[in-house]
């Protein structure tokens, strides 16, 4: 302000100008958080080439990377938080409702954070030549993610309580709750393997400039995870996957038929002995659910091939209480047994964090499951 009354004054502009620059508070019309841990913050892009014909190339597959760093740096390694589908990185910015998000409580934590849009998706540019695109409708988007105890077809689904708002509308178009985050939604592109290609790329090109780091994704970006840290297991420290995609093999809930036919992916994974076509991993179905209201899983028949590049990386699964994942997510956690991989499996109900559906960043106990985030990364994290 000084700076701005100074530059008035000396351009001769005094009087009423100068009284009413120094009156006016300008009006914040949305909730803003503390960032007195913020030490600095800055955007970059990572990966991309250039395509088309010379003379008119464009460039395809960068991702837009914002960075935060804290003022005092107390974590070993920085936290890369990949959203879903449908999303960008507001989903870390903040609530719908107004409450600070995860990206804030990690850097009040100590952590780096890097939030990115996802290639083709948000700040990352989208071309027609990248493919066709889907936008959720809002009541799919309340079917899948916000009024589960309504709206959802799944046993576990009546144990929704934690998305934010009390009114009849709750979840659903017309809430005003329900209204800002459904704002925030975007078009995704169809393709899954375009998408894991484009985002394994990136990642990787994320990795090699900023350097070793942990990987945290949701949902659709659970598949980048496994895919980042097979092209970069040196820089990977940790992955935490919340609700990642699943189940191996088979779609189920919000889908039917065939899925992710390299077991954890779309596109191929590092497998040993080593796999040239997906057809290769042979598998079988449980005879039996692993428990009430859960989905049978498809595992690999013995002997199992091992997910080489991910062995010597702690991996852990959260899963929400009234979330469609709850069903088949333990089906996840267990291939990656199967294949070697050093998994832990964390039902969010077992931690006394109750009632949750799919989009936990978002919901009313937010900084209680972040908070659980940080204990698992500091004792199994080096």
Request: include cysteine; aromatic fraction near 8%; glycine fraction near 10%.
């Amino acid at each position: 302000m000084r700076r701005i009354l100074t530059a008035l004054l000396t351009c001769g502009l005094t009087g009423s100008i100068a009284t009413t620059v120094s009156a006016q508070v300008p009006k914040v019309p949305v909730p803003v958080f503390d960032q007195s841990a913020v030490g600095a913050r800055g955007y970059f892009y990572v990966g991309g080439t250039y395509v088309g014909d010379s003379g008119n190339e464009i460039m395809q597959g960068q991702m837009f990377v914002e960075v935060i760093v804290p003022k005092r740096v107390r974590r070993a390694y920085p936290l890369v938080l990949i959203h879903g589908a449908g999303q960008t990185a507001t989903n870390w910015m903040g609530t719908p409702d107004g409450r600070k998000g995860w990206a804030d409580y990690f850097v009040e934590r100590g952590y780096v954070v890097y939030m990115v849009d996802q290639p083709m998706r948000g700040r990352s540019a989208w071309h027609p030549a990248d493919g066709p695109t889907r936008m959720l409708t809002a009541p799919q988007e309340g079917f899948q993610f916000t009024a589960n105890a309504v709206l959802g077809t799944w046993p576990q689904a009546k144990n929704h309580t934690q998305w934010p708002g009390d009114d009849g509308t709750k979840g659903r178009r017309g809430d005003p709750i329900f209204d800002a985050f459904y704002a925030t939604q975007v078009e995704t592109v169809i393709s899954n393997e375009e998408t894991q290609r484009r985002n394994q790329a990136a990642g990787a090109a994320l990795l090699d400039k900023i350097g070793p780091a942990m990987l945290l994704t949701h949902s659709q970006s659970g598949a980048f995870g496994w895919l980042i840290a097979d092209m970069r297991p040196a820089l990977v420290k940790g992955i935490i996957a919340i609700e990642p995609a699943g189940p191996p093999f088979e779609a189920t809930i919000i889908g039917t038929g065939s899925a992710r036919r390299w077991g954890l992916t779309d596109i191929a994974l590092t497998y040993d002995p080593p796999v040239r076509e997906a057809g290769e991993i042979l598998v079988e179905r449980d005879t039996t659910a692993d428990g009430p209201d859960l989905f049978v899983c498809w595992m690999q028949k013995t002997p199992a091939r091992q997910l080489v590049n991910l062995k010597r990386i702690p991996v852990v699964i959260m899963t929400a209480e009234a979330s469609y994942h709850q069903a088949y997510d333990h089906c996840t956690a267990k291939y990656l047994k199967q294949s070697g991989v050093a998994t832990e499996y964390i039902r969010l109900q077992d931690k006394g964090l109750r009632g949750n559906g799919h989009m936990v960043m978002l919901e009313k106990n937010n900084l209680d499951i972040a908070h659980l985030v940080d204990q698992w990364i500091q004792k199994n994290v080096r």
